[in-house]
């Protein structure tokens, strides 16, 4: 594992975001297409947690997202941001906070 500096891991930007909308993209198997609320700012993010977590199971969760990430295109969608998440086996798990917290907070 390489390691970096403390001032290379502060430069990323966790908050917590709620997950108010959330839809299949069809021609993926993995990939779901999320809005994402950050505070005041809706996100759309793409992830790959479609055999873990069906779109309409998603809606309301608070999950962890890297917010300064860079915009990037996956099969024609934009994603702006990403999610958190750790396997079980096959299994995908999103990260979450163990209570609600505000939309936007933080994570230090």
């Given at each position: 594992m390489e390691k970096i500096h403390f001032d290379e891991f502060k430069k990323i930007e966790l908050r917590v975001g709620k997950i108010i909308d959330a839809e299949d993209i069809p021609e993926s198997e993995k990939l779901v297409k999320l809005k994402v609320r950050l505070e005041s700012e809706d996100r759309q993010i793409i992830a790959g947690i479609k055999k873990s977590y069906p779109p309409s199971t998603l809606i309301g969760k608070?999950?962890?997202?890297?917010?300064?990430?860079?915009?990037?295109?996956?099969?024609?969608?934009?994603?702006?941001?990403?999610?958190?998440?750790?396997?079980?086996?096959?299994?995908?798990?999103?990260?979450?906070?163990?209570?609600?917290v505000p939309e936007g907070s933080s994570v230090s």
């Open positions: 608070e999950v962890i997202v890297v917010a300064n990430l860079a915009t990037r295109t996956m099969i024609g969608y934009e994603s702006d941001g990403m999610l958190l998440a750790t396997r079980d086996g096959d299994d995908i798990v999103l990260l979450r906070p163990e209570r609600d």
